[in-house]
């Protein structure tokens, strides 16, 4: 069974800092993708970024970037010089190919961060 | 107007109720979802749904039925609803293709009492 971990339950940063989202999956599959959404404080899930397991490439956007290494099953999200509107909980997910290639894309999700970044 | 709407936004009932929670989308996606949310537990899959003759349970679908009335609306019912499923309830749709990015609406939260 797949299974997303996010050990980190509340982060509390200053603006300007540098931090650091883990996340940690497990799957038995060798075609799978990775997901992180936002939720900010108005309770929407807003998508962010997704990741196949083909593609160990990092990405930047902007103040953003995400970390995916195969090797240790963890896929990692910075969020450079934070501001007060990063503030939100953070969910990453996995979904997973099925028997025959097809793909429901069902998501499992981690337990979420809770980022605060105070002015 | 939001692409996928949910309705209630809010609801408070009692034990024992019949409930039913709405979703609509103009995004023209066949599949959709329902999931719950709960603290600290992240978000949970209770039922999904390719096209309007494929309904499956997910992970959590006791307690709860589905109908998906047409390509653009799938419905979430609670029989007799109970305090546990005191929750935010989200509905979400993707596009065809693989692994798609699911899209959200703004949740609708439940208090059962």
């Known amino acids: 069974a797949q299974k997303v971990t996010q050990a980190q339950t509340e982060i509390s940063v200053v603006e300007k800092e540098d931090v650091t989202l883990d996340c940690v999956y497990e799957t038995r599959d060798t075609t799978y993708y990775l997901f992180w959404y936002k939720q900010p404080p108005s309770g929407e899930l807003v998508f962010l970024i997704r990741?196949?397991?083909?593609?160990?490439q990092n990405e930047i956007s902007g103040r953003y970037s995400w970390n995916f290494q195969k090797s240790t099953s963890s896929f990692n999200f910075t969020i450079t010089a934070s501001q007060v509107v990063d503030s939100a909980v953070y969910f990453c997910?996995?979904?997973?190919?099925?028997?025959?290639?097809?793909?429901?894309?069902?998501?499992?999700f981690g337990q979420g961060t809770i980022l605060t970044v105070h002015p | 107007d939001a692409d996928v709407t949910q309705t209630p936004r809010n609801r408070i009932t009692k034990t024992g109720k019949r409930i039913m929670l709405e979703c609509s989308q103009t995004k023209g996606h066949d599949r959709m979802y329902w999931y719950r949310q709960d603290p600290g537990l992240g978000l949970r899959l209770i039922y999904y749904s390719f096209d309007v003759k494929d309904i499956n349970k997910g992970e959590i679908s006791d307690g709860y039925s589905v109908s998906r009335q047409a390509q653009a609306k799938f419905s979430l019912s609670l029989e007799s609803a109970i305090p546990n499923q005191t929750a935010l309830y989200f509905c979400a749709t993707a596009d065809r293709g693989y692994n798609q990015p699911q899209h959200f609406g703004d949740g609708t939260r439940l208090s059962i009492l």
């Open positions: 997910a996995l979904s997973e190919d099925s028997a025959g290639g097809t793909s429901y894309g069902k998501l499992t």
């Open positions: 990741r196949n397991s083909f593609d160990e």
